[in-house]
């Protein structure tokens, strides 16, 4: 599978720029989109699955225009998006249900068989008969990730996935795509939660304002701030001034003072050491200084 | 790439299972369904009466349930077809739906059929729950195909319409709230302002629009009914095709869009289509009335032949008719005729005219000029063959009725009916004089003399041919030739033919020498078991019953059968200004809706249920199944062929029909003689009207409470405007002519009456009459009569009659009613004096009834005794009149007068025994007048300048709009309403109320002291002074509560020690002047206030009397 995004803008009526020449290329795999609120993600997205027309900029997906193969693209797509509640008046398993045949599972058995299958993968299969909106949060979340996933897709996009999840939760989430994404499938993951990305993607794109400010395997984008990642070691009075002049990763107290994680080119007047940067210190690096650095 | 069956079928599935699973759609289906079967409880069990019309036709059963179900449902639907549109950007469970692989036309159509879906459910559960009523309880058969056909016509174009709109107006509004108000105020101003409008065409949900299902004809338009859903059904589809185009998930498929597109635009050329071909189809009509009218107009008024005798041969052609008529014409004018001029129904061509001495013809529209080679001379005949075929145009008929009227409704209760004329089907033929069905000699209607109606005593001869099987039935007596070949030899001349031809069976009966047929339907004897017991006495009873009605009338049956034959329900006909005749009553045959619906007493097991309850609660003496029975049979005689014309606007259950449209009265009258003159066309009707004065109900006592002015008062207010002659020539109003027709007719023939003896003038009319049936004679023939034998001038009378517009007007006073001893009898007797007050001649009619109505019903008639007394300018006469009877109301009838009411009753409660008086029967002339004010006192009545009546602006905007909206223009006097007095004073007449010509009071609903009436008085001399309130007590019968009770008054009189308030209790006030008490009064102003604050229900402020103390 593939999907290339060439120059794709979107300008929304209201004169708001949300895209702004976008290019990206993914393979399979699963793809990290990583950005603050409101950098664009969710209209990247959305374009994505087709519920929202790209202003200018093209997407293919294997060759297939967006534009013009909507039926096909449409048809090995699944998504999940950011903030995901329930149909009113369906039990767990009929939504699904629902979702599995417009997925295109016309077989009344396979459908059962896949419906079931999935509802045991996200560990809903006692509350089948539950109806949906009487699901707890994580629950809900999980059926949403359940109807994202039925039907084999090709392409899974999903927004933000894990907000709302319990770290045991979160876990067996990753876990869940890093297994699919053994497969010929990509997965675009939305998120802005470093730690998603950086413990399954192994291609990624830092959005910022509407533009890619990033792309590339996430190691490029750490070995790129290898040397700006500091631990200072500050005293009590140090702590606010620490804060107003550097991007604080962590401040950890120790012994009567404070080990404040920064990140920055020096880190003169105070006494600190090097770190070995991970993909955190490269995120708050990047929206902080840009990527040609301060 | 196109729909997808599977997921069309897939998003249905789903939109159904969350329909059934809303809580909204649940509560209001069960509430429909609930409210629908108690509903229907009453209607098709024997627990409450209801209008037969219900279960008369069976097919009313689905179709009232299917009425109601389709506004619940309209309404819900907008509801439910909005939800799923709903553009909450939160709500991103719609998106995972939207990013599946499917086409918008999917999506839309499988939300559709989903919701459709439900509704038919709906629709199902209903019908099965009226389909169970229908066959276990109603009694009536079950008529599968109208449970297909009203959901059908009904429900499905509804329901595609409102979704489809409701889909367009969410995707274009995209708010749901406003997309509610603007759907929901759509809905509300079609069903209750736009619908009953317009021909129909913008009721959507068919609440207005015709849809009742004869058992006979089936609808009665069934193209205009397939246009009218195929309209709202092609806007739905075109909506909902819009709807995918326009929805905002981005498309999938072209093709898909693009087919859309065309097909919304070609599904909304196609409505146009529909609508242009409605609306056309109606105005047509009107084009070809207004053009007939104008030709008849130039065309009618030249003199014309008779027909004298005609040979008609007709073939029924299943759709249409073939006809060879063979004429004898007669020239009666005078003067040599050139042209024979007859009217045909222009939707029947014809092919070709013969005359004896050849000739050729011109046709135009509905008039056939036959151009005979010679001209026809005076008192010569000639015979005219002319053969037609097709069928009938009924925008040809009623020439006569205002548009605003034939568009106006026909409903029984809310149940829609067509209207229909004539009907020439495969399987039945229905055909009345006034569809020109056969040639008949002028204009059929002269717009120039309205009232000129040419009447030709005729020959006539019929032959039919029609499909084996159907039977023919016509005036004459019937010759059976073949199976589907009749001939009916006429027996006597006959002014009119009519035909009906359907699977009728035949009954008869001879009573008397008479005969008298039944014409049922097959399978339409829903009857017979209720008479069981009375088979053979049958022919008494009828024979009983006509002479009954005959003493009364003073006339006899001129046929030697009389034909009762069932016509579909939707036949309608119009009242006509010429005649009180019908087309439902033709010469020797009554045309009664199918199995008797719109007749009241053809519910016959709703009669035997009030005859047993009564006989329970021990009314009336125990009957037995046979007295019962007969107790029925003579009911429906009495109520729908021989009995009294009732005047009541108001009837149960709301059925539209006169209650005279099936009275015989037409056959002793309009079908034999015809009084025709040049000048006073109008007399014709005037003798109809007059003769049937003895079967005319006069108005009840609380008829005349309850309406406001009868039609005899606006009459009167109209003569005093307009004399006769300037109303006859401007008449649009037909209920007004025919009242003023009446009136007139009857004030110039008990003028005559009076003059010369009731029992000489009705001796000598009778024989009259006798002497000239079936002929029609001149006024100046039955004129010259009155001079030559009774030896009365009426040409004098007649001139005032016509052109005179001065009114009498009457006092009445001191009534006395007492027991008095007649030689040795008790007798009852009734004294009064009354003085016309008016520089003009008058005559009023004084009326005694016995009491006791309720029972009137079953027992027959009750005694009653009317005497007419002329009182000339400024007279006064004082009035006896010794009875056998007690009556239990006297009503003093002022006829042509500045009376209002114009009817004074009064009712006696008690009559003792004054063994002083002198028995006092006759009348006599006194010289003093009627006083009503004595001199020394001050009497202010309501319609005095003295009495103001405070104005109120309270009344509500919308009750204004509303009443402005509907032309609902008020009378300055209006009826009682106890049940909703008016929120101001509203002036009304009653017999009970104070005044001089005028009894009038005001009125209004007892409130808190913040609507007044004041009296001012002048007082010329100081002193004390008894100051009276006119108490008039209403008496309405079975009310308690706050509406039945009288209550106290609340009064406020200035005077000279201070302000005094005092209370009135009406309830033990006895009627007339009540005193409030004696106050000391300077010379100068003074008043009385009455507020409207009282405890009672509604507050009467009629007058004030100052009396000086002595």
Known sequence: MRIAINDLSKVYRNGNRALQDINIQMGNGIFGLLGPNGAGKTTLMRILVTLLKPTSGSVTVNELDLRKHRREIRAMMGYLPQDFRMFAKLRTWEFLDYVASLSGLRNARERTRAVDGMLEQVGLFDVRDRPAKKLSGGMKRRLGIAQALIGDPKIVVVDEPTTGLDPGERIRFRNLLSEMSRKEIIIVLSTHIVGDISSTCNDMALVHEGRVVYNGPPGRLIDKVRGHAWAIDAVDGELEAVRERFPVISSIPSGGGWEVQVVADRIDPYPGRPLEPNLEHAYVYFMEYGLNGS | ?1110
């Not at chain 2, 999506?107 to 059929?113: A, D, E, S, W």
């Not at chain 2, 009618?300 to 027909?307: A, F, N, R, T």
Request: aromatic share 12%; hydrophobic share 40%; with cysteine.
């Open chain 2, 1 to 1110: 790439m196109m729909l997808s069956v599977y997921n069309i079928w897939t998003i249905a599935r789903v939109e159904t299972k969350t329909l059934l699973r809303s809580w909204f759609f649940r509560v209001l289906s069960l509430l429909a369904l609930g409210l629908l079967i108690v509903f229907n409880i009453p209607l098709y069990t024997e627990a409450a009466p209801t209008p037969w019309v219900f279960r008369g036709i069976s097919s009313a059963i689905p179709y009232v349930n299917i009425l109601f179900l389709n506004v619940v449902q309209a309404i819900v639907a907008v509801f439910l077809a909005s939800d799923f549109l709903k553009r909450d950007r939160k709500l991103d469970t719609t998106e995972v739906i939207y990013m599946r692989s499917m086409t918008n036309g999917d999506y839309v159509l499988g939300k559709t059929f989903g919701i459709m879906f439900v509704f038919l459910v709906l629709n199902l559960v209903i019908l099965t729950v009226a389909a169970i009523f229908n066959i276990f309880f109603a009694g009536v058969p079950f008529i599968f195909r109208a449970y297909l056909f009203y959901p059908l016509l009904v429900s499905v174009p509804t329901l595609v319409f409102i979704l489809g709109l409701s889909f367009l107006m969410m995707v274009l509004i995209r708010n749901q709230p406003a997309t509610f108000i603007v759907l929901l105020g759509y809905i509300a101003s079609t069903l209750f302002f736009f619908g009953p409008r317009y021909n129909h065409i913008l009721d959507y949900m068919t609440f207005h629009t015709p849809l009742m299902y004869s058992t006979i004809v089936g609808f009665g338009d069934i193209a205009g009914l397939l246009l009218h859903r195929g309209i709202y059904l092609s806007l739905g589809l075109a909506f909902i095709f819009f709807t995918i185009v326009m929805i905002r998930r981005l498309p999938q498929s072209r093709s898909i869009t693009i087919v859309s597109r065309v097909l919304a635009v070609a599904l909304i050329a196609a409505a146009a289509v529909m609508v242009h071909l409605r609306v056309s189809g109606i105005l047509r009509g009107r084009e070809l009335r207004r053009d007939m009218v104008e030709l008849a107009g130039r065309s009618g008024g030249e003199p014309g032949v008779s027909i004298e005798a005609c040979a008609l041969d007709l073939k029924h052609t299943g759709a249409g008719i073939e006809g060879t008529a063979g004429i004898t014409v007669l020239n009666r004018a005078g003067i040599p005729l050139e042209r024979y001029v007859f009217s045909l129904n222009p939707g029947l061509r014809v092919t070709g005219v013969e005359c004896g001495g050849g000739c050729g013809f011109e046709r135009e529209l509905h008039i056939l000029t036959v151009i005979p080679a010679q001209p026809l001379v005076p008192g010569g005949r000639d015979s005219v063959i002319i053969s037609y075929r097709g069928s009938i145009d009924e925008d040809a008929c009623y020439l006569d009725i205002d548009e605003e009227s034939r568009a106006g409704s026909y409903r029984a209760a809310f149940l829609n009916i067509a209207k229909r004329h004539a009907f020439i089907t495969p399987g039945f033929v229905l055909l009345t004089p006034e569809n020109m069905w056969y040639p008949s000699a002028g204009v059929h209607f002269n717009p120039g003399n309205p009232l000129h109606h040419t009447v030709d005593f005729i020959d006539f001869t019929l032959n039919v041919t029609t499909e084996e099987g159907l039977t023919a039935v016509s005036q004459g007596r019937p010759v059976r030739n073949a199976p589907g070949s009749f001939t009916f030899v006429p027996e006597r001349p006959l002014p009119c033919r009519s035909l009906a031809i359907g699977r009728y069976e035949r009954r008869t009966i001879t009573a008397d020498s008479l005969e008298y047929n039944l014409y049922l339907i097959e399978g339409h004897d829903y009857f017979s078991e209720y008479f069981t017991e009375i088979g053979d006495t049958i022919p008494s009873l009828i024979a009983e019953r006509k002479q009954d009605f005959e003493n009364k009338l003073g006339l006899h049956y001129p046929y030697p059968r009389l034909s009762l034959v069932e016509a579909p329900v939707q036949f309608y006909s119009y009242p006509r200004l010429w005649t009180a005749a019908r087309e439902t009553v033709q010469p020797g045959m009554v045309f009664l809706p199918e199995r008797g619906v719109m007749l009241h007493g053809a519910d016959f097991r709703m009669t035997r249920n009030f005859q047993k309850r009564a006989a329970k609660r021990g009314r009336g003496e125990t009957r037995t199944e046979r007295e019962q029975q007969i107790d029925l049979f003579n009911g429906f005689i009495n109520r729908t062929l021989a009995g009294n014309i009732s005047r009541r606007r108001f009837r149960p259950g709301g059925i539209n029909l006169d209650s005279s449209m099936f009275n015989l009265y037409p056959n002793y009258f309009y079908f034999v003689h015809h009084v025709a003159s040049d000048t006073l066309a109008v007399f014709n009707a005037a003798i109809e009207s007059f003769i049937s004065d003895p079967i005319v109900e006069p108005s009840s006592y609380f008829a005349q409470m309850f309406q406001g002015l009868t039609s005899e008062e606006k009459v009167n207010l109209a003569l005093a405007e307009r004399n006769f002659s300037q109303i006859l020539s401007t008449a649009d109003d037909e209920e007004m002519f025919n009242d003023i027709v009446k009136i007139k007719g009857r004030y110039l023939f008990l003028l005559v009456q009076h003059a010369v003896g009731e029992e000489a003038f009705m001796d000598h009319l009778h024989s009259f009459l006798g002497t000239n049936r079936f002929r029609t004679v001149d006024t100046g023939e039955l004129f010259s009569g009155f001079r030559r034998d009774l030896g009365f001038d009426v040409g004098p009378h007649v001139e005032r009659w016509f052109h005179g517009k001065e009114q009498a007007g009457y006092l009445l006073a001191d009534v006395n009613a007492c027991k008095v001893l007649d030689s040795d009898r008790t007798r009852f007797q009734v004294t009064f004096k009354v003085s016309n007050v008016e520089p003009v001649d008058g005559l009023i009619q004084v009326t005694f009834m016995e009491g006791g109505r309720r029972f009137r019903r079953f027992t027959g008639n009750l005694d009653e005794i009317k005497r007419t007394i002329v009182l000339g300018a400024d007279q006064t006469k004082e009035v006896g009149f010794v009875l056998d009877f007690q009556p239990r109301t006297m009503s003093v009838n002022t006829m042509i007068s500045k009376n209002l009411p114009s009817i004074l009753n009064t009712v006696f409660e008690k009559f003792e025994l004054n063994e002083k008086a002198e028995p006092f029967d006759g009348e006599r002339i006194v010289e003093v007048p009627v006083v009503l004010r004595e001199p020394n006192e001050i009497v202010v009545d309501n319609e005095d300048p003295g009495c103001e009546a405070q104005a109120d602006v309270s009344q509500s905007v919308l009750k204004r709009l509303f009443k402005r909206t509907f032309g609902e223009e008020e009378d300055k006097y209006i009826g009682i309403e106890f049940w909703s007095p008016p929120g101001t004073w509203k002036a009304s007449v009653f017999s009970e109320f104070h005044g001089d010509l005028v009894r009038s009071a005001l009125y209004t609903k007892a409130g808190k002291g913040d609507r007044k009436v004041t009296w001012n008085a002048e007082i010329e001399r100081s002193g004390y002074y008894d100051i009276y309130f006119y108490v008039s007590k209403l008496r309405r019968p079975g009310r308690r509560g706050k509406q039945g009770k009288f209550g106290h008054y609340h009064f406020i009189i200035q005077h000279d020690d201070g302000v005094d308030e005092p209370m009135l209790d009406i309830g033990n006030a006895g009627d007339g002047w009540n005193s409030l008490g004696a106050y000391y009064l300077s010379k100068g102003a003074t008043s009385v206030v009455l507020t409207n604050e009282s405890d009672g229900g509604i507050i009467i402020a009629d007058a004030v009397k100052w009396v000086p103390a002595r």
